[in-house]
T-cell receptor
Framework: GENVEQHPSTLSVQEGDSAVIKCTYS??????FPWYKQELGKRPQLIIDIRSNVGEKKDQRIAVTLNKTAKHFSLHITETQPEDSAVYFC???????????FGGGTRLMVKP | ETGVTQTPRHLVMGMTNKKSLKCEQHLGHNAMYWYKQSAKKPLELMFVYSLEERVENNSVPSRFSPECPNSSHLFLHLHTLQPEDSALYLC????????????FGQGTRLTVV
């Protein structure tokens, strides 16, 4: 089955700096890669996603890049703000089964 | 709010108790999921229901028993749990089983004593 690894597990940045979270996956057939943000005590919420026919996708301060050859994808947050502090989860969807496999999560702390 | 609600939000139970977690969605979705979120572990998919039929059971111990009486409601019945079952249990739904985006409930924080 699919295996998703996420790094780093914790990330601390200064407000205004950029943050990058990386994930690798094992199943080359995976074709959908969402990112979820979970604030403390709240539910995970989808913030951005990318499909395998696209190499990069951007939404304001958030971008995701995908390298299918290397089987890794990354979340980029620019001009970080304290409200970006949360746990971020990457996930991958293998074609067989149509269900998401999640990475272990990254706790991002943005210091004011 | 996303329309997926879970009750209770917090639950403390003894190892001999029987309790149930409830999930309700008002999004008109056809697929519902139970996930377990433990500290320092990835989200683990437990069960998937599509159109009220179970389509996935990820080798979950029988002390967890799901029930889906209709497409809007999902239950997780718990009995004779172990302390290591303490975790956040998240319910999610999606338009269909083949649809990827999942909408999560806020979870039930379960503590087994």
């Amino acid at each position: 089955g699919e295996n998703v690894e996420q790094h780093p597990s914790t990330l601390s940045v200064q407000e205004g700096d950029s943050a990058v979270i990386k994930c690798t996956y094992s199943d080359s057939a995976s074709n959908y890669f969402p990112w979820y943000k979970q604030e403390l005590g709240k539910r995970p919420q989808l913030i951005i996603d990318i499909r395998s026919n696209v190499g990069e996708k951007k939404d304001q301060r958030i971008a995701v890049t995908l390298n299918k050859t290397a089987k890794h994808f990354s979340l980029h947050i620019t001009e970080t703000q304290p409200e970006d502090s949360a746990v971020y989860f990457c996930a991958a969807n293998p074609i067989a089964g149509n269900m998401l496999t999640f990475g272990g999560g990254t706790r991002l702390m943005v210091k004011p | 709010e996303t329309g997926v609600t879970q009750t209770p939000r917090h639950l403390v139970m003894g190892m001999t108790n029987k309790k149930s977690l409830k999930c309700e969605q008002h999004l008109g979705h056809n697929a519902m999921y139970w996930y377990k979120q433990s500290a320092k572990k990835p989200l683990e998919l437990m069960f998937v229901y599509s159109l009220e039929e179970r389509v996935e059971n990820n080798s979950v111990p029988s002390r967890f028993s799901p029930e889906c009486p209709n497409s809007s409601h999902l239950f997780l019945h718990l009995h004779t749990l172990q302390p290591e079952d303490s975790a956040l249990y998240l319910c999610a739904s999606s338009q269909d089983w083949g649809t990827i985006e999942a909408f999560f409930g806020q979870g039930t924080r379960l503590t087994v004593v």
